[in-house]
């Protein structure tokens, strides 16, 4: 079992900048983001396999980064440029296989942490 704890989220203002962290109790092949807004489907963000293989949703290709440290078991998702429409609670999650986290049938959530932007 693998617990994922995030941290970095909060109130920004339109065209600023926030880093999510994530950090899980053991290794895990890959790491992600997704994230869900109000009456919305939960959504892909950004994804990382151990190799930095990446995936980003459309929506936030250019202006977000997604990272990890191996050593630490932590994925870091930077955020540059925020708009009003990337308000939504953002999941950390993890799997054996960014193929399936992708799909969002990663076996490991966590609890979210509520990002902002205020326009």
């Known amino acids: 079992q693998v617990q994922l704890v995030e941290s970095g989220g909060g109130l920004v203002q339109t065209g600023g900048s926030l880093r999510l962290s994530c950090a899980a109790s053991?290794?895990?092949?890959?790491m992600g983001w997704y994230r869900q807004a109000p009456a919305k489907r939960r959504e892909l963000v950004a994804s990382i396999s151990t190799t930095r293989s990446t995936n980003y949703a459309d929506s936030v290709k250019g202006r977000s980064t997604i990272s990890r440290d191996n050593a630490k078991n932590t994925v870091y998702l930077q955020m540059n440029s925020l708009k009003p429409e990337d308000t939504a609670v953002y999941y950390c999650?993890?799997?054996?296989?960014?193929?399936?986290?992708?799909?969002?049938?990663?076996?490991?959530w966590g609890q979210g942490t509520q990002v902002t932007v205020s326009s």
């Open positions: 053991g290794f895990i092949s890959a």
């Open positions: 999650a993890a799997d054996r296989s960014q193929f399936r986290l992708n799909r969002g049938q990663a076996d490991y």
